[in-house]
């Protein structure tokens, strides 16, 4: 019937799966609670594959957990910052990379991505994206750190190549409580 | 392969398709040279219905001759304003409204939608659409009746009750020339 979707991680990820086809390559920077990467995984089916990434622990063990109980196999867990996807992902490769900044979910919130190395992960996605692939990202302005993440990435998209990229910023208009919002970059060539 | 789309009213239909199914009614308030009105006529496919207007005679016909081209028979054209869509559409009735504001692309720039009767427009079809459906605008501030028309409008939209709606303000970071930006509206009860 409807497809009605105002939870702004659910709008993030139907925009993304737009540009995923089964088969693909796509990351996770940001595995948080998993949620996201059990999505991506059952996007691109036993012949794609999700390269995920979290600093935290906690997160890497949910994650882990979630796939398994969902039978997934397609999917690479690194522990590791998603500034180091380079490494792992060859240039080119994926369709989509997906980013939830902010704190883990029920984590220590002391732990929150910061600006300059979201910026450098950015960097790292746009680079590991192919000819067609979008980056998505969920920003949130709720905390002070937020905030200024918020405005150093969205100064740093509006300088991205106007050729190479589009850069789409989404905001929530008649939300309370500093709703998320998305940042969504495409590759044009 | 790739469903990369950096068009702005291309992407305001790719928004609004997720919410419609062949077999819906929808509204195309401002049928202009009549893309969106037979993307809309595709979606809904023989079983549903469009409801298209627009208050410039040249755009009728523009429209009726590409939906003739096309073989399409689910459309009523009205060669009137959107503000009196209420007259024609059932309450609740409709998946989908979408308004392209400004002029008519090769029309006479001096014919332009204006705030007052845009807003009024759209309030006609926050009530023509069903709980779970969505309003799409296209909005153009590269000239000043449109940069007077979209703050207006974003202002309203800022004020729609929250439980009722979600308003989304998507706008374009890296593009020049005044890109057109998109507000869509949902009915979430």
């Not at 089964?22 to 794609?48: N, S």
């Not at 979630?66 to 994926?94: D, Q, W």
């Amino acid at each position: 019937m409807s497809n009605l979707i105002t939870k702004t991680t659910e709008l993030a990820m139907q925009i993304t799966l737009f540009y995923v086809e089964q088969g693909d390559t796509v990351i996770d920077a940001t595995c948080g609670t998993g949620h996201d990467t059990l999505a991506l995984a059952e996007a691109v089916g036993d012949g794609g594959r999700v390269y995920a990434f979290d600093i935290q622990k906690e997160a890497i063990s949910l994650t882990s957990e979630l796939l398994k109980n969902n039978g997934c196999t397609n999917v690479e867990l690194f522990n590791e910052s998603f500034v180091y996807m380079g490494e792992h992902v060859p240039e080119g490769s994926a369709s989509a990379a997906v980013f939830n900044l902010g704190y883990l979910p029920g984590g220590d919130h002391s732990i929150t991505t910061e600006a300059g190395a979201t910026i450098e992960g950015l960097r790292a996605a746009l680079k590991a994206i192919r000819t067609g692939g979008i980056v998505t990202v969920v920003l949130y302005d709720g905390h002070e750190e937020g905030r200024r993440e918020k405005e150093r990435v969205l100064r740093w998209a509006e300088k991205l190549d106007t050729k190479t990229y589009h850069a789409v910023f989404a905001n929530m208009l008649n939300q309370n409580n500093y709703p998320p919002e998305i940042l969504w970059i495409t590759k044009k060539r």
